[in-house]
């Protein structure tokens, strides 16, 4: 069984102050982890992925996340908020041992509101 | 190349009619996926396809139907319209990776 949770509803950051939005997961095997962002009135956009490897995966507009197995935790990451930056975001995870479908959980989303 | 696409990008039905959402995909994926997103709820999977001629259920099934006739093309129907279909529609196709969505459907029901 897979599952996925982002603790927070909304996150908000001035411009121009690194951001973090949270998500944990929970696998029976090994996960393979997503962020995606969505804007207003927008299909949801790859932002990137943790699969193997480095523990700190670098993706599209500057963010960054970070995989860490004991927290089971995968949270994303930016140095420096835009305004720009302000949208939905998602984490998905899908198990290694979930068999063919390549179905991901998605979390409920994170709002994020950067303030000028 | 212009990825996943949908048709129609809006739509208002009344309780009781029928329709047919299409997703289009053109990256060659064997697998395709409807979700729909209400507030509060994030995603959920209606169907899913694991390939050409395959479908399944996902996690709220009920009232859509779905074919993959073709491999590049998913089709959702709603047999019988009820407003508690209103909702907005995103399809997406993945290789064993990452998910690429549509643009979506935002769908009304009255």
């Known amino acids: 069984a897979q599952s996925v949770a982002q603790p927070e509803d909304q996150v908000n950051v001035a411009e121009g102050n690194p951001l973090t939005v949270k998500c944990t997961y929970s696998v029976s095997g090994n996960p393979y982890l997503f962020w995606y962002v969505q804007y207003p009135n927008r299909g949801l956009q790859f932002l990137l992925k943790?699969?193997?490897?480095?523990?700190l995966v670098k993706g599209s507009y500057g963010f960054e996340a970070e995989f860490n197995k004991s927290q089971t935790s995968f949270h994303l990451k930016k140095p420096s908020a835009l305004v720009s930056d302000s949208a939905l975001y998602f984490c998905?995870?899908?198990?290694?041992?979930?068999?063919?479908?390549?179905?991901?959980?998605f979390g409920r989303g994170t709002s994020l509101i950067v303030h000028p | 190349n212009a990825g996943v696409t949908q048709t129609p990008k809006f739509r208002v039905l009344k309780t009781g009619q029928s329709m047919t959402l299409l997703c289009a995909q053109d990256?060659?994926?064997?697998?395709m996926y409807w979700y729909r997103q209400d507030p509060g709820m994030g995603l959920r999977l209606i169907h899913y396809?694991?390939?050409?001629?395959?479908?399944a259920k996902g996690e709220v099934p009920d009232g859509y139907n779905v074919s993959r006739l073709k491999k590049q093309n998913f089709l959702l129907g709603l047999e019988s319209a009820a407003p508690s279909q209103t909702s907005v529609y995103f399809c997406a196709s993945n290789n064993r990776g990452e998910q690429y969505f549509g643009p979506g459907t935002r769908l009304t029901v009255t």
């Open positions: 396809s694991v390939g050409e001629g395959t479908t």
């Open positions: 943790y699969i193997t490897g480095d523990n």
């Open positions: 990256m060659n994926h064997e697998y």
């Open positions: 998905a995870v899908r198990d290694d041992a979930s068999g063919g479908s390549y179905i991901p959980t």
